[in-house]
């Protein structure tokens, strides 16, 4: 009888073991980690609403240990002249004048992507320098001036390849839902 149970055991494994590996890989479940940073190709274009404004975007990768003083750093001090902060930040800035509306994209294969995954990024922030709106000391994408877009693979749908980002006069808009079932991380 020996024999023939350890065949029966052997078989269970063998039919077991896909089971096990395919439920691994689908991680991707809120609450459950939102898995490893992902590049993306990022298009931030400017709305039919900034036609006739000038408006400078900064895109920034955020490693998670910065991503606080971010969250909380006053936006009309960080486009001040001579910012320390925005000085330092691992950055791509976009400028729209009246004459030049093009939409910054940042494409997957751009080396800024290796750069920011090296150092740890898991975020990314746009931030608009948008004389219209004023909304001081509000934290966060409470701020319409400041949007967090995650990185890491989880939050947005496999097929996902391009994240949409409109900077628009009253604030920055992400035009790219998140996976269903999740939403962007509270900061």
């Not at 902060?85 to 994209?105: G, H, M, N, W, Y």
């Not at 994408?141 to 989880?154: G, K, M, T």
């Amino acid at each position: 009888m020996k024999p023939h149970s350890s065949i029966q055991r052997l078989l269970l494994l063998v039919l077991l073991l896909p089971a096990l590996f395919f439920s691994g890989c689908s991680s991707c479940k809120p609450g459950k980690g939102a898995g490893k940073p992902k590049v993306y190709t990022l298009k931030v274009a400017p709305a039919a609403s900034l036609k006739e404004s000038s408006v400078e975007v900064d895109v920034i990768g955020i490693h998670p240990s910065d991503l606080e003083r971010f969250k909380t750093y006053s936006v009309k001090k960080y486009f001040r002249a001579g910012d320390l902060l925005r000085q330092d930040a691992s950055k791509i800035t976009a400028r729209f004048v009246p004459d030049r509306q093009e939409p910054l994209v940042l494409k997957s294969t751009d080396p800024q992507w290796t750069k920011w995954l090296n150092s740890g990024v898991q975020y990314i922030v746009i931030m608009a320098d948008l004389p219209s709106v004023a909304e001081e000391g509000k934290a966060g994408s409470q701020d319409p001036r400041r949007q967090l877009v995650p990185i890491c693979e989880c939050y947005w749908e496999k097929k996902t390849k391009e994240i949409n980002v409109d900077i628009q006069a009253g604030g920055v808009r992400l035009l790219t839902a998140p996976r269903e079932g999740w939403s962007l991380p509270m900061w």
